[in-house]
């Protein structure tokens, strides 16, 4: 990441950036970190390359590939401070919900990718998904919970997206969790 962003900055990491609201808002207001949009669309890359460009933000590089090669070849180990996957793939229909992204095999490249002090966070407003999510990062032996209860509270730092508003409008509750790497 040093040589990509010719400097050393805490890197942020949105895997499924979508058309890249989040990441371009937190990169345009942070200046002093780096931020990568991970997306396979290029309809969205496209997107987030215009308005970073709109609001000036230097601070930010794309990919268009899969998260899991990212996550396992591209990002050193260790290298990553916060990872976000807001609002993946629901993949609602049972027949589908083996292609979501969130799985043990995911908890171990995102566990390598994060700093010691590194962050996951993630949202969706899929309860199912909600619950997946949270029971395979608790029983990742990688990660340990950030958060109290059975939700976390909402990331500040998430801006409100479309696919929010659609779920929200839908009458589903947006449900966010953080896990940080487990100490040793």
Known sequence: ??????????????????????????????????????????????????????????????????????????????????????????????????????TADFARLAARALRPDGMLRLATDWEDYAQQMRAVLDAAPEFERAFDGEWAPRFDGRVLTAFERKGERAGRAIRDLAYRPATP
Do not use: C
């Open 1 to 102: 990441p040093a040589a990509v962003y010719g400097r050393v900055a805490p890197l942020i990491v949105e895997i499924g950036s979508g058309q890249g609201h989040a990441i371009v808002h937190a990169a345009s207001g942070r200046p002093g970190d780096d931020f990568l949009a991970v997306e396979v669309f290029r309809a969205g890359l496209a997107r987030t390359m215009r308005d970073a460009d709109r609001t000036g933000a230097r601070n930010l590089r794309l990919v268009e590939a899969n998260a899991p090669e990212v996550l396992e070849h591209l990002l050193p180990a260790a290298s990553v401070s916060e990872l976000w996957v807001f609002f993946p793939d629901p993949w609602h229909k049972k027949k589908h919900t083996k292609r979501r992204l969130v």
